[in-house]
């Protein structure tokens, strides 16, 4: 942070935290804030991340379940904030789709006998279908 436009940094924000659901909560803040609507790039050939090809190379070493929240948090950790939350959940949607993880929720099923579908953080867990 700076006082005036031109004065050296006076202060640096750090943001740490040993929960997953704090870094995912601050990856989302800070993509939030950089976002192209909000704020205009300075890079004039910065593009969208393709995260089918990002997440397709990433997910192989999940062999076995993981939490969804862990998975997101050790997404920002990796590759920093190149997206939303939300960006990740809809193409970990389509994967699940496509077969190519396999989703675990709780309860798998409705009082009606139906899949569940939902991506609540706390009773999703995924794994790569090897």
Sequence with gaps: M??????????????????????????DNIFKRNSPE?????FENESTPDMRKIL???LPQFKTFER????????????GVICSSQDIKSTLKIFETEGKIIVERNPATTKA?????FWDDKKVKIKWNT
Excluded: V
């Excluded at 969804?68 to 590759?79: G, M, R, V």
């Design 38 to 42: 909000i704020q205009l790039s300075l």
């Design 113 to 117: 006998g139906k899949p569940t579908k």
């Design 56 to 58: 397709s190379n990433y």
């Design 68 to 79: 969804l929240n862990a998975f997101l948090a050790k997404f920002f950790c990796t590759y």
């Design 2 to 27: 700076k006082i005036k436009s031109g004065s050296a940094i006076k202060y640096r924000m750090i943001h740490a935290t040993n929960h997953p659901d704090g870094a995912i909560l601050m990856a």
